[in-house]
């Protein structure tokens, strides 16, 4: 079945270090997007793209930076991890002007 | 933006009882309201959506209202069963050209057998 997938599922760092999640998606949609979940704040987004050659931020992409490699593949970065970073990154796409999102199974990082 | 509000944060209901997740918007644009359900553990999966269009909607125990006027929409689940316990996500947004969600804070639903 066509899928969203991410890794790493868990990833444990420290303070300083640069860490890149990754998603990728065999459902041959265009739109992909980052969210941060944090308990009690919701879904809130990072980074978005409609297409490979667009990137856009969303409400909190300070300390983060993303890369759309390919319609499939769109990455997260963090360039020096801190504290409060900590949180389930998930993934998501849409098919253009279809407003359904499928979610990636998260990645669960936490930032000594 | 458009700002998005869930109320309850959590609920607690006993099987077989209803229960009621209300959301407020704020853009008089955003056309299109999805309401997704994350078990625990597990990635969000939309359970039902609505068009402004359309006041009400429903699919077996779960039904979504409308209400454009006063910017509110509402999730409705009927006969709670256990496996209904999750983390029930509204958000809203225009659904044209860019679709970008805003999503409310989440309702955690606790059902009791």
């Known amino acids: 079945d066509a899928d969203v997938t991410q890794t790493p599922r868990n990833r444990i760092t420290k303070t300083g270090k640069r860490i890149m999640l990754e998603c990728s998606q065999t459902k041959g949609h265009d739109r992909m997007y980052w969210y941060r979940q944090d308990p009690g704040l919701g879904l809130r987004l990072i980074y978005y793209s409609f297409d490979v050659k667009d990137i856009n931020k969303g409400e909190i992409s300070d300390g983060y930076s993303v890369s759309r490699q390919a319609q499939a593949k769109f990455s997260l970065s963090l360039e020096s991890a801190i504290p409060n970073q900590t949180a389930l990154y998930f993934c998501?796409?849409?098919?253009?002007?279809?407003?359904?999102?499928?979610f990636g199974p998260g990645t669960r990082l936490t930032v000594l | 933006g458009e700002n998005v509000e869930q109320h309850p944060s959590t609920l607690s209901v006993q099987e077989g009882d209803s229960a009621v997740i209300k959301c407020t918007y704020s853009?008089?644009?955003?056309?299109?309201f999805p309401w997704y359900k994350q078990e625990l553990g597990k990635r969000p999966q939309l359970i039902i959506d609505?068009?402004?269009?359309?006041g009400e909607k429903k699919d077996q125990r779960i039904a979504v209202t409308l209400n454009k006027t006063a910017k509110h929409f509402s999730l409705h689940i009927t006969e709670t069963q256990p496996e209904d316990s999750a983390v029930y996500f509204c958000?809203?947004?225009?659904?044209?050209?860019?679709?970008?969600?805003?999503f409310g804070r989440g309702t955690s639903l606790i059902v009791h057998p």
């Open positions: 853009d008089s644009a955003s056309n299109y």
């Open positions: 958000a809203a947004s225009w659904s044209g050209g860019s679709y970008i969600p805003t």
């Open positions: 609505i068009r402004s269009n359309v």
């Open positions: 998501a796409t849409a098919e253009t002007l279809v407003n359904e999102q499928f």
